[in-house]
């Protein structure tokens, strides 16, 4: 099992691009992605919607990922949401256990 969460972070003025940077600029996102237990750590921004950026945080377990939330990095992480005015939409997915889905494999390019 393993755990992806996708935060949308929207603002105004290209304050979620800017929120993203600074967080990358301060090292935070290196360290995120140095704890024990993540899989990865990675800001997407859509092209339709210049005002939002795609967060997608993997994590091994729920165990991981409640060290993460547990963490200082969270109050610095707050402070800069806070920074840029952010609002956000949250999504979790577990993934799958068991055999993979093969009737999928046939929409798949590797």
Do not use: C
């Not at 996708?6 to 704890?35: D, P, S």
């Not at 795609?54 to 200082?72: F, M, R, T, Y």
Request: a negative charge; proline letters at 4%.
């Amino acid at each position: 099992m393993s755990i992806a969460v996708h935060i949308y972070y929207r603002g105004r003025g290209g304050n979620a691009r800017r929120f993203a940077e600074e967080m990358t600029a301060q090292g935070l996102v290196e360290k995120i992605r140095a704890e024990k237990g993540n899989l990865g750590y990675a800001y997407f921004f859509p092209m339709e919607d210049p005002e939002t950026v795609l967060l997608i945080d993997q994590w091994k377990e729920q165990a991981a990922l409640d060290a993460h939330h547990a963490s200082p990095m969270m109050g610095q992480i707050a402070a800069l949401r806070e920074k840029y005015d952010l609002h956000m939409q949250v999504e979790r997915y577990v993934s799958e256990t068991g055999p993979e889905n093969l009737a999928d494999r046939a929409f798949i390019r590797e």
